[in-house]
């Protein structure tokens, strides 16, 4: 799912195409991924582009006379920017929008529809789509840390909790944590002064550094490899590959559709975490230790 650092590339991205231009038309090409009925999808066009925002995942579509378009793109859905008047993809394409300077394409790979378009007037309509999640680049060490502790949860649970925390998911709590030395499981009422304050360092240092990455990597291109799995990242999405801090086996815990990637030797004292299925399986044969495995 496309968190903080993409959400604020494709921001960008179309801030420097459609910002003060108008919207001609929207074409649904699948009506389910509309979730609201009014205003329409006529009452948009003509409009202005005003601004566009990022709402925790969500990119906003400011348009003029206070009509907001709120995209999610949830796990599989993406932007593309196509010459004006393109078709829209007809395996994967939901919607397209169509501007002076080109076209924006949502699509959605894979048999689950979970994208989602909601068209709203108003900041108050706007504002009830916002789970209400502290900005994590916004916050001080003390809000962070209020936030944070304010219930007993694991830290993986409250980083990737949008009430808690905005724009922050599976990937980037990966990651963030593992530049902390935190395990994922740890509790969030059982943390030192310095874990907090390494824990707080990390997640600044990791959202700004790839945001910086991402938009480096665009440059001026549409942003069309958005993907929550990059070689260059240190855990997430790399299971059995080598830590690149001290080169053991990085390791996962698989619940439901998530997946939390975590190095033992780095993050959990070389202890192994147990997987909710694999290791009720193995029940005794399960490693206790990294060494054992």
């Known amino acids: 799912m496309p968190e ?62 206070e009509l907001f378009i709120v995209i999610h793109l949830m796990i599989a859905g993406r932007f593309r920017w196509l010459p004006p008047g393109a078709k829209v ?88 944590l593992h530049r902390a030395r935190l395990s994922p499981v740890q509790l969030t009422t059982n943390l030192s002064d310095d874990e907090l304050a390494r824990l707080y360092d990390a997640m600044r240092a990791t959202l700004i550094e790839w945001t910086d990455r991402l938009r480096a990597d665009a440059g001026e291109r549409f942003p069309e490899k958005v993907t929550a799995f990059r070689p260059e990242m240190a855990v997430h999405g790399r299971y059995d590959q080598p830590c690149p801090v001290c080169g053991s086996p990085v390791q996962r815990i698989v619940y439901a559709e998530n997946e939390t990637n975590y190095c033992a030797r780095c993050q959990t004292d070389g202890r192994l975490l147990a997987d909710r299925a694999l290791s009720r399986l193995l029940k005794g044969d399960w490693p206790k230790s990294i060494d054992e495995l």
Request: glycine share 10%; net charge neutral.
């Open 4 to 65: 903080l650092p993409d959400v604020t590339i494709y921001v960008e991205a179309l801030t420097a195409r459609i910002a003060g231009t108008t919207l001609h038309k929207v074409r649904l090409a699948n009506p389910f991924v509309l979730r609201t009925v009014e205003p329409g999808p006529r009452d948009v066009e003509g409009k202005r582009v005003r601004e566009l925002r990022r709402l925790g995942k969500r990119i906003v579509i400011a348009l003029e006379d």
């Open 89 to 176: 993809p007809g395996k994967l394409g939901l919607a397209a929008f169509d501007f002076d300077g080109g076209t924006l394409v949502l699509t959605e790979a894979g048999s689950k529809r979970r994208a989602s378009i909601h068209i709203v007037r108003g900041e108050d309509a706007l504002r009830a789509l916002d789970p209400g999640g502290l900005e994590p680049l916004e916050i001080d060490f003390d809000t962070f840390r209020a936030a944070l502790t304010r219930e007993r949860h694991t830290l993986k649970r409250t980083l990737t909790d949008p009430h808690v925390f905005s724009g922050i998911g599976n990937a980037y709590s990966d990651e963030l």
